[in-house]
Each structure stands twice: as structure tokens, then as C-alpha cells.
């Protein structure tokens, strides 16, 4: 068990990892191409990767189911016709299974889609308007907003919680308020909402990724995400080819490793481990996105504004501590 959750941790912080530094290249990006356009073409690359994983996986699938089929054969030649009889019900038992579960692979995958759709977008216009750090910082406010929206799940919250909200408003404050006003910046607030659509994403994929493959669910999430996107492009932007080949470095990093790598990284990774430990070690995307916009872009934070990034990790953390059992 302890191998497992090491293994799981690993993939999480991988990509915690990939996620921070992509806020670079989204940035980047956005000097080519508008946002839909970005994100249809990333989520696009993004399902195309994962279409030859899918087929290796299936093919190993498929070894070891016909090899199953193989030894259930030889098992019913020496049993009698009530037992062939019996491993015909059970055929037909694995069929109305195999189709409940494909319709359960669509559901999470459009769901996924349509969530992966707003909160991408959302943080593809902000990005816009806001430095990659605090892009960075006020996205993982996701972190607090999970268990304060497991209340309408019937998920009680405790006091611990209503405190960590309290210091990552604090924080949120001191992050986005540098003028002295009292209103999100523009960016900011599409920022933030983007947190809240990545919280839903969260406990949906925590909802359908032990019922699935986490691979095909992503795979069609991408599918479903570009779908969307490319709608927006066609009735809010003019793409153009020259300028998406322009923008092929971070559009490709974009699709290849924080869709195609990372978010497969976040399915995989999540299973089978508590959604809120998970969700801190995604977390540490906050102090990548930092690092790589000072280091890539020369994107540095204020004193002020670093105390506001302190006091939101320090609520993340918080938020995420286990309850003291009595």
C-alpha cells in the first residue's frame, strides 16, 4: 500500500509539475493566437496522443482477455451441459456490463469535457489580463473551494475549513488587489471562476475515475474540450494558420504534455487515493507557475504579493490537514 500511494503521488506531482510551467506557455501563446483558437488546437493534439496509447492498451487488454476466454473453454469441456449453460448466462451477464460501463466512459468524458471546456477557457482569457503566478496561485483557490462545495454533496465542512477560506480570501486579497481598490482585476476574476469550474472537474473525476479506463475518459474529455472550443473560435475569432504555426512550441507543450501527459497523469494518479491529498499535491502547481514566470518571462512578485501567495499555500495546506480523531 505504501508503494502504491508513493507510485500515486509521484504521477500527481508530475503533474502539478507540468501544469505549473505551462502557464508560460499559455502566456505565450496568447501573443499568436486568441484562446479558443489555443485551446482547440492543444486539446486536439491532446486526444490524437493518447489514440495510439489506447490501441496498446487494448491489445494487451485483449491478450489477456482471449487467454481468460482460452481457460474458461477448456474448464467447460470437462464440465457438464448445466455448467455451459451456466457460463452462457454469465456471457451474456459480461456483455449488459461491458455496456454499462461504455455509457458510464461517455458520460464522464463529455462531463470531464464540458468542465475541462469552461474552466480552460476561463483561464485562457484571464491569463491574458494577469501574470502567470498569480494565474497560477488564485487557479489552485480550487484546493478550498472542493470541500466547501462537498457541503451540497452532503459533505459536512468543519470549522478547520471556514478558517482556511478566511486566510485564502486574505491572501486572494493581498495577491489581486495591488492598487488599493476593493474589485477583482479583470483577469483575476476570470481567474478565479476558472478555480471554481476545476473544483466541479475535481469531484467529477473523482466520481467516475475507479468506474472507468482514465485514459479513454481523457482522451474523449480532449475530444469534447476541442469541440467546444472550436465553436468559440469560429464565432469569436478569425484563426489563422500562419499565426497557430507561429504559436507551435507552446501550443505543442500545451497539448502534448499538460493535456495529452498531465491531465492522463491526474485520472490515473487520482485513483484510488484520497481526492484531498490528491488535490494538495496538485496543488504545488501554484509554486511551479511562480518559478518557471520569474525564470521563463522575468515575471517577478512584489512583497505584498508574495504574502498573499504565502497566506493562500499556508490555507491549501491547512485546508488539507487530516482531523484529529477522538
Not at 488587489?177 to 467529477?204: E, K, N, P, W, Y
Request: hydrophobic content about 55%; some cysteine; glycine content about 10%.
Amino acid at each position: 500500500m505504501n508503494k502504491f500511494i508513493i507510485r500515486q503521488s509521484l504521477l500527481l506531482f508530475m503533474t502539478a509539475a507540468i501544469w505549473g510551467a505551462a502557464f508560460v506557455a499559455q502566456s505565450v501563446g496568447m501573443d499568436y493566437v486568441g484562446p479558443f483558437t489555443f485551446n482547440t488546437v492543444r486539446n486536439l493534439i491532446g486526444g490524437f496522443v493518447l489514440l495510439p496509447c489506447i490501441a496498446v492498451l487494448n491489445k494487451i487488454n485483449a491478450r489477456t482477455g482471449a487467454g481468460e476466454i482460452v481457460r474458461k473453454q477448456g474448464a467447460a469441456n470437462t464440465e457438464s451441459v448445466q455448467a455451459a449453460t451456466e457460463g452462457t448466462s454469465t456471457a451474456k451477464e459480461v456483455n449488459v456490463t461491458e455496456r454499462k460501463e461504455k455509457r458510464t466512459l461517455l458520460r464522464g468524458g463529455i462531463s470531464c469535457g464540458i468542465l475541462l471546456f469552461i474552466a480552460c477557457n476561463l483561464q485562457q482569457i484571464g491569463i491574458q489580463y494577469t501574470t502567470v503566478g498569480k494565474a497560477g496561485f488564485i487557479t489552485a483557490m480550487y484546493i478550498v473551494l472542493v470541500p466547501i462545495l462537498g457541503i451540497f454533496l452532503r459533505k459536512k465542512a468543519g470549522l478547520r475549513v471556514w478558517i482556511a477560506v478566511v486566510i485564502a480570501a486574505a491572501g486572494l486579497y493581498m495577491l489581486c488587489m495591488t492598487d488599493g481598490g476593493f474589485s477583482l482585476q479583470r483577469g483575476d476574476f476570470l481567474v478565479l471562476l476558472c478555480a471554481l469550474a476545476f473544483s466541479v472537474h475535481i469531484l467529477v473525476i473523482d466520481y467516475f475515475a475507479p468506474k472507468v479506463d482514465g485514459v479513454k475518459m481523457s482522451c474523449i474529455q480532449f475530444f469534447v474540450c476541442a469541440l467546444l472550443s472550436g465553436i468559440g473560435m469560429l464565432l469569436f475569432e478569425e484563426p489563422v494558420m500562419a499565426s497557430i504555426l507561429q504559436a507551435w512550441a507552446p501550443i505543442l507543450y500545451a497539448g502534448v504534455l499538460s493535456c495529452g501527459v498531465a491531465y492522463t497523469l491526474q485520472i490515473v494518479g487520482q485513483r484510488g487515493m484520497n481526492p484531498t491529498v490528491a488535490s494538495l499535491i496538485l496543488s504545488l502547481e501554484s509554486v511551479v507557475s511562480v518559478i518557471a514566470g520569474w525564470l521563463i518571462l522575468g515575471q517577478a512578485l512584489s512583497a505584498w504579493e508574495l504574502t498573499g501567495c504565502g497566506l493562500m499555500f499556508a490555507a491549501i495546506i491547512l485546508v488539507q490537514l487530516p482531523e484529529r480523531k477522538s
